[in-house]
Each structure stands twice: as C-alpha cells, then as structure tokens.
C-alpha cells in the first residue's frame, strides 16, 4: 500500500510542477497597437491605433481598450466617404497555450464614437459636403496569437451604420493589428 501511495506521489509531483508553470506569466500588461482597416461593404482602406491595458488570470485576460480608427473609400455616387471610429471597449481573450506562441480568441463590448465625411460631386462640376456623426454601442469580435512582448490580431468591429438622405455608411471594419506588449512577459 504505502508503495502505491509513494509511485501515486512521484507521479503527481511532476504533473503538479507542470501546472504551477503553466501559466507562469505576470498578470498585468499593456499592448500599444497599430494596424490596417478595411471597411466591410466598400473596397477602400484605414489606419489604427489603440492602447489596452489587460490583467491575466490564468488563460483568461480582461482589460479596457481604447482604439482610434480612420478609413476612406470611394461611393458609387461619383463621391467619397472617410470614417471615424473612436472605441471605448471592455475586453476579454481565452489563450488556448501557455507556451511561447499563444493563440487566443476575444470579445470587446462598449461604445464606438463615429463620424463620415462625405464628398459628393454632380456632372455641373459642383459638391456638396455632409456630416453624419452618432455614438454606438458596438462589439469587437478577435483572434490571433501572442508572442512574448507581442500580438498579432484580426479583429472585426461590428458597429452599425448611419444614412444620410441616400447614402449609407457603414461604420463596421476588419482590421489586421499588431501590437507591442509592455509587461506581461514570463516569471523568473
């Protein structure tokens, strides 16, 4: 008995060590980012920054996400849209690893700010210029991987759209992200 006892033991040690090292990371990091956009119903492109600041518990990490966000394309209307998004977000990722290479899933809800420009010109040579500005609640769906002191992410930002007489803008996105990871990085 006391030897079954003393192979259960030896064989728990190693399982247990592993599981204290498995998430051996420090909780709190802040990713600064920078990335792509391109508008979801149009063919054009944007720009992006954000800050996050996120705390980690295990394989779960929650934080506030801040993200400023231009895009401009091309109508059908012989005119052109450039949109803004402002982000105010709570976020949440699942990482599937501890290992060095994390992939992870995430969700951010919270309020989106925007606003379009739009530039409409007629066959006389004239133009007209409109403003569409609201605030949205929205949501950021996003996967992608960590890398120590660094994420990749495709995120895409469902944020609803605005009309103005006969144009229709469409404030959601798809964005490509890269950030850089202050903190966060393994245990000694």
């Known amino acids: 008995m006391k030897r079954k006892i003393f192979i259960f033991a030896a064989l728990l040690l190693p399982a247990s060590y592993a599981a204290q090292a498995q998430y051996s990371y420090k909780p709190f990091r802040i ?5 792509l956009s391109f508008p979801v119903n149009a063919f ?26 231009v895009e401009g394309y091309g109508t059908e209307a012989n005119g052109s849209v450039t949109k803004f998004n402002n982000a105010l977000l709570l976020t949440g990722d ?6 060095t290479y994390r992939p992870f899933v995430g969700l951010g ?4 700010l925007t606003a379009a420009d739009l530039w409409n010109s007629d066959e006389y040579g004239g133009s007209s210029t ?9 949501a950021m769906l996003r996967a992608g991987f960590d890398l120590p002191h660094f994420r990749f992410a495709l995120c895409y930002h469902i944020t609803g759209s605005g009309k103005y007489e006969n144009v229709k803008v469409n404030f ?17």
């Open 109 to 112: 809800l919270g309020s989106y």
């Open 44 to 69: 054009g492109i944007g720009v992006l920054g954000s800050v996050e600041p996120q705390y980690s518990v295990g394989p779960i990490g929650i934080g506030a996400r801040v993200e400023y966000h």
């Open 130 to 138: 409109y403003r569409l500005f609201g605030q949205k609640a929205g």
């Open 172 to 188: 959601s996105y798809l964005a490509f992200t890269v950030a850089v990871g202050i903190g966060g990085g393994k245990m000694d």
């Open 31 to 35: 990713d600064v980012g920078a990335g």
């Open 94 to 99: 699942y990482r599937f690893s501890s290992a």
